[in-house]
């Protein structure tokens, strides 16, 4: 069943700001990376759309609570850890959007099984793997309340540092590729924010 991608994007609108922004960068960059390893259109269209809406979870958390500056307490973070959880008991109410919920409900999934759901390696379907490594790319590159914004240099540095341990080793080396031929065809303009150019 074909997804609808203009519904997905109707949703994602009407997300807070920041979030909006992380889910366009996240979506665009899981796309370039799933070109770049052979995905099909079909596979490629429910990636982009499940990467527009894997943070989805978060509209049901308070705003206050997700851009709090500092450290979260053990009870704040376990409010946060729900959004997989939430996001994907909301996408499964949509007819046909049931071939993203892996990517939802899995996007905080480790490689070394010390993730939200604990499944490790290739357990985890390998879009919700591609999901995690541009959602960590675009949480280093963009300012946030609680962090200092990490150079080019110093986010892939920090994603080949967590190869094996948070990331699948083979995505992280097809991703740096990628992301490295995507600035040298977009030097002017390297932060796009739409997955569907
Ligand atoms: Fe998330």
Redesign the pocket.
């Given at each position: 069943m074909k997804l609808d991608t203009e519904l997905a994007k109707n949703i994602v609108d009407i997300f807070p700001g920041e979030l909006r922004a992380h889910s366009y960068n996240v979506s665009y960059l899981s796309v370039r990376l799933a070109e770049y390893i052979g995905y099909n259109n079909e596979r490629i269209q429910a990636l982009a759309i499940g990467a527009l809406l894997?943070?989805i979870g978060k509209t049901k958390i308070q705003e206050k609570l997700l851009n709090k500056p500092g450290r979260l307490t053990e009870e704040e973070f376990g409010i946060v850890k729900k959004?997989?959880v939430l996001g994907s008991e909301l996408i499964k109410n949509f007819n046909g959007y049931q071939s993203i919920l892996p990517i939802i409900l899995y996007?905080?999934e480790r490689w070394d099984g010390a993730g939200y759901e604990r499944l490790n390696g290739n357990e985890i379907p390998e879009p919700a793997q591609i999901v995690t490594i541009a959602?960590a790319f675009d949480a280093m590159t963009t300012s946030r309340p609680y962090q200092k914004t990490k150079t080019l240099f110093e986010t892939l540095h920090e994603l080949n540092k967590n190869k094996g341990l948070q990331f699948s080793p083979e995505l992280v080396e097809q991703f740096e590729t990628c992301i490295i031929k995507l600035i040298k065809r977009t030097s002017s303009n390297f932060h796009p924010i739409t997955p569907f150019t």
């Open positions: 894997h943070d959004h997989t996007h905080h959602d």
